[in-house]
């Protein structure tokens, strides 16, 4: 075998490995999602005692997405990823015991340091190191594609051993232990396979590898800030988009059954398909950041075509086409957050670093707006115009897609500068 072929084998290899660990890791956390009543049955909590075990993981994420990105910088993201998979399920096995409260929130704030601070910026790291910025769309496109195709395997398996307890409270431990012993697995495949991918400076035992210095240099730059502000507009809009399904069950008379398939459609086959379109196309023109500032113009357009579209069986077949045309736009967007980090002139070895601030600025609305969302819908049930809560967050989404598009066109501009002042110091990395 070539060295181009060896090259471009351990890429898919390490993308392969690191999609089943990505696609894995958050399932445990967001089982609430899933089996939220078989998860109280067998807690013994309330729905609220829920929302809070969530609101504890979300806070500890929202801390740890900066501090992460720094901590993938100066260690081996294998190692990270190898930590982050068997620290989860370990945590996973005591979730499986099924504590009390208390002992549900720790498990919960576990999760949020082996999930977000020592594997997902080491998570985009390993990806970001594989290629130069040609390639970073195909990257991170096939990372969130085999995501997404792992997260549905998953989920199925889930459901086939929770289906195979005699109760719900023992398919929910059934479910626990299941996705336990997968990551298990995926920490196991990630110390064998992937490369061991250890930083210079680590290696030359600098005294102090956690400092601010890298994060200045890094939140000095505004272009990368913009990165975020993409993420942001997007991820929030994804938020809103939630309620699109129990929009066409109240206002279009879809069946559950349909409305259920088109939630998995939306939730998975949407996140695979326009990961994989998103990375092709956005390579091939030779801008992500151009790519995300044309799909916003396409979710400018079909959130404004959600409140334009008629209510009524009739329009079903309009508004099932712009649901999959959103949500194409949507997740083609969301595939490309931290495909922009080399586009942007960030160093190599600061990738993970921006990665931190990106996704600090990208998820920050989980803390919130779940919450303010919900009471938009909740706010008109019962009143003379009971959709009217959907329309306000459909004008959200386009309001959203809207600062998206301008934020894309900005850093584009500023980019541009960013790219003609590195030539010309003789500074641009090739």
Not at 177 to 198: H, K, P, Q, R
Request: proline share 3%; charged share 15%.
């Amino acid at each position: 075998m070539d060295a181009k072929k060896q090259s471009n084998a351990r890429k898919l290899l390490t993308i392969v490995i690191v999609a089943i660990a990505g696609g894995l890791i958050t399932k445990l956390p967001y089982l609430r999602e899933t089996y939220m009543e078989p998860l109280q049955q067998a807690t013994g909590a309330t729905k609220t005692q829920l929302g809070m075990i969530m609101s504890a993981y979300g806070i500890v994420n929202f801390i740890c997405y900066f501090p992460g990105g720094v901590l993938a910088d100066k260690f081996s993201s294998k190692k990270l990823i190898v930590i982050s998979c068997i620290g989860t399920a370990l945590t996973g096995f005591w979730y499986w015991t099924m504590p009390g409260f208390i002992g549900l929130v720790v498990i919960h704030a576990i999760f949020a340091v082996t999930t977000v601070f020592t594997f997902w910026a080491a998570m985009v790291k390993s990806v970001n190191r594989l290629g130069g910025p040609e390639e970073q769309g195909r990257l991170f496109g096939g990372l969130e594609g085999g995501r997404g195709l792992i997260g549905t395997v998953a989920a199925f398996g889930s459901v086939a051993v929770f289906g195979m307890a005699a109760d719900d409270i023992g398919g929910m431990k059934n479910a626990i232990l299941y996705y336990s012993i997968l990551l298990v697995i995926a920490g196991i495949l990630a110390a064998i396979f992937m490369e061991n991918d250890t930083p210079a400076k680590v290696e030359k035992k600098e005294k102090n590898p956690l400092n601010m210095k890298d994060f200045m240099t890094v939140a000095k730059m505004p272009r990368v800030w913009l990165c975020g502000a993409l993420g942001v507009c997007n991820y929030s809009a994804l938020i809103f988009h939630g309620y699109v399904t129990a929009y066409l069950s109240e206002a279009f008379g879809l069946s559950a059954t349909v409305v259920a398939n088109l939630s998995v459609i939306r939730t998975y086959f949407m996140m695979m398909v326009g990961a994989f379109i998103a990375g092709l196309i956005s390579d091939k023109i030779g801008s992500r950041i151009k790519f995300i500032k044309y799909a916003f113009i396409g979710m400018v357009v079909f959130a404004t075509a959600y409140i334009a579209i008629p209510t009524g069986k009739g329009a079903v077949p309009i508004i099932v086409a712009n649901f999959v045309c959103f949500g194409m736009c949507l997740y083609s967007i969301k595939a490309l957050y931290f495909s922009t980090i080399d586009e942007v002139l960030v160093p190599k070895k600061l990738a993970g670093t921006a990665s931190g601030i990106i996704s600090l600025v990208t998820y920050a609305p989980e803390v919130f707006l779940y919450t303010v969302s919900g009471k938009m819908v909740d706010k008109y049930i019962g009143t003379a115009t009971p959709l009217q809560g959907y329309i306000n967050c459909f004008i959200a989404m386009a309001i959203l897609s809207a600062i998206g598009f301008v934020c894309g066109f900005i850093l584009i501009r500023l980019n541009r500068k960013a790219i003609a002042k590195a030539q010309a110091a003789g500074t641009l990395e090739a």
